[in-house]
């Protein structure tokens, strides 16, 4: 996810690698905190890859900064990721939200609505965090008052996560 992050930012313009880190981490926050020491080494993978460029500029103090920026076959890598999501960036709560962060820059509407398609079907899949002889068990059949909690929050969650992805998608399908 840290490299469609750095790719979907730069996507939108060039940035320093501070500005690029703010980002990631307003994105991704205190869910999964990104460190420079796995965000640089992803950018010169992404760099050696011909996915993003560099180039130094004057700071604003004495240091001069990297400008980072996105090649065309870094667009292209983007949009190849986010037409073609792995099926854990669909069914993870956060790594889809970051795929649905950069899903504008896929120009057709039509494989943006596939991708939410994806997700719809995952969610309509019966699921919970507990399981009883091979089922689902329900918030109304948990043991306790904190399972309780846990499974009334995810099913409210996921009522209004589907209701949104059924509006998306037919907005996207005029």
Do not use: C
Not at 14 to 36: C, F, M, N, T, W
Not at 117 to 131: E, G, I, K, N, V
């Amino acid at each position: 996810m840290l490299e469609l992050s750095i790719l979907g930012f730069l996507y939108e313009e060039p940035l320093h690698g501070y500005e690029l880190k703010a980002r990631i981490q307003g994105l991704s926050g205190h869910i999964r905190p990104v460190s420079d020491g796995a965000l640089y080494p992803a950018i010169t993978r992404l760099v050696k890859a011909g996915l993003v460029e560099q180039r130094t500029e004057p700071g604003s103090g004495a240091a001069p900064r990297r400008i980072l920026s996105l090649t065309e076959a870094g667009r292209a890598d983007l949009q190849a990721r986010l037409r073609n999501p792995k099926e854990v960036e669909i069914t993870d709560g956060q790594r889809f939200f970051t795929l649905l962060s950069f899903l504008r820059h896929l120009p057709d509407r039509a494989e943006q609505a596939a991708v939410l398609r994806r997700r719809q079907d995952f969610l309509d899949t019966p699921a919970s965090f507990f399981y009883r002889d091979g089922e689902p068990v329900r918030a109304e059949e948990a043991p306790d008052l904190f399972r309780q909690g846990m499974l009334r929050i995810a099913r409210a969650t996921g009522a209004e996560e589907k209701q949104w992805l059924t509006e998306a998608i037919a907005s996207l399908e005029g």
